[in-house]
């Protein structure tokens, strides 16, 4: 995937979440971006990722890259996004925190890596 995509992917993106973005919504909608892959929070709580997805930053259980935003599998509640270099995490309404991706040197909290 090239900058030139990626940055197309980042901005198509802002603008299918900005159009979608309610006023009322308790969620801030946003948009984070790691190493080659980004993921975007929408005001329903929903994260969505993009991009070069090897270590299963899509989120989805599946390595696969992805050119168009994939929800990230039971994750409908999140209220804080946050995105490294191939991994992310987020906040649920709970306040569980909960991440997938590169798990290595213990990233993901899950006790390996």
Known sequence: MTRRTSLFALLLAALIFAVTASAAGAVT???D?????SCALDVTGSVKCWGAGGSGQMGN??????????????LTDAVELSVGMNHACAIRASGAAVCWGDGSYG???HGSG
Do not use: H, N
């Not at 971006?33 to 892959?37: I, Q, S």
């Not at 259980?61 to 990230?72: E, G, I, R």
């Open 29 to 31: 909608p946003k948009i």
């Open 33 to 37: 971006t790691g190493t080659d892959f």
């Open 61 to 74: 259980a599946v390595s696969d890259d992805s050119l168009v935003p994939v929800q990230v599998s039971g």
């Open 107 to 109: 990233r993901l909290g």
